[in-house]
């Protein structure tokens, strides 16, 4: 299973918006799949921000957004903070799992 | 609260094997399906294998699918990861997580493996 891709990074400022997309080359991987995302601190274990394309679990800023359109998905974050810069990881399940392939967000 | 401990890390040859233990606590274990997943030195994450929350249905990544058996002991609150044949392209920080919604959601620290002769 070929891991999704993800642009290597992404960057922007302070209270800005950015977006992070998350694509497959099969058709069927967004289909019928559920899409996840995480969050990850240079030498910290990933976090779950987004989980079954948009939902998020309790006590994640609603400043982390999911959503899937196509054959992409993509994570928004808003009001861009110096916390948000970390590694960030798209996610899909159902049947089958993978990974993205993993972006860099600077602040 | 939620807490996965993984144990079992080791430095270990070419061919060799290795059992990973994750121990869970402050959830029912029982009622819930685990994840397997890996991290290389400076890579990004590959997951690595699934089991329900009886251990009856098991899934594998292709890199590891007839080398690696995940397994379960529900009476004990311990997930398990049984590594044969191992490569050196298998050393990475290995993690176990629970699932929430389809996706591993709540990671342990991880456990270091490391292929080396």
């Known amino acids: 299973q070929s891991a999704l891709t993800q642009p290597a990074s992404v960057s922007g400022s302070p209270g800005q918006s950015i977006t992070i997309s998350c694509t497959g080359a099969s058709r069927d991987v967004w289909t019928y799949n559920l899409v996840s995302w995480y969050q990850q601190h240079p030498g910290k274990a990933p976090k779950l921000i987004i989980y079954?394309?948009?939902k998020r679990p309790s006590g994640i800023s609603n400043r982390f957004s999911g959503s899937k359109s196509g054959n992409a998905a993509s994570l928004t974050i808003s009001g861009l903070q110096a916390e948000d810069e970390a590694d960030y990881f798209c996610f899909s399940s159902t049947g089958h799992y993978v990974f993205g392939s993993g972006t860099e967000v600077t602040v | 609260q939620v807490q996965l401990v993984e144990s079992g890390g080791d430095v270990v040859q070419p061919g060799g094997s290795l059992r990973l233990s994750c121990k869970a606590s402050?959830?029912?274990?029982?009622?819930?399906?685990m994840h397997w997943v890996r991290q290389a030195p400076g890579k990004g994450l590959e997951w690595v294998a699934f089991?329900?929350?009886?251990?009856?249905?098991?899934k594998y990544g292709e890199s590891v699918k007839g080398r690696f058996t995940v397994s379960r002991d529900n009476s004990d609150n311990t997930l398990f990861l049984q590594m044969n044949s191992l490569r050196r392209d298998d050393t990475a920080l290995y993690y176990c997580?629970?699932?929430?919604?389809?996706?591993?959601?709540?990671w342990g620290q991880g456990a270091l493996v490391t292929v080396s002769s």
């Open positions: 402050g959830f029912a274990f029982r009622n819930y399906a």
């Open positions: 997580a629970r699932e929430l919604g389809a996706a591993p959601a709540n």
């Open positions: 089991t329900s929350f009886d251990g009856r249905d098991k």
């Open positions: 079954e394309d948009n």
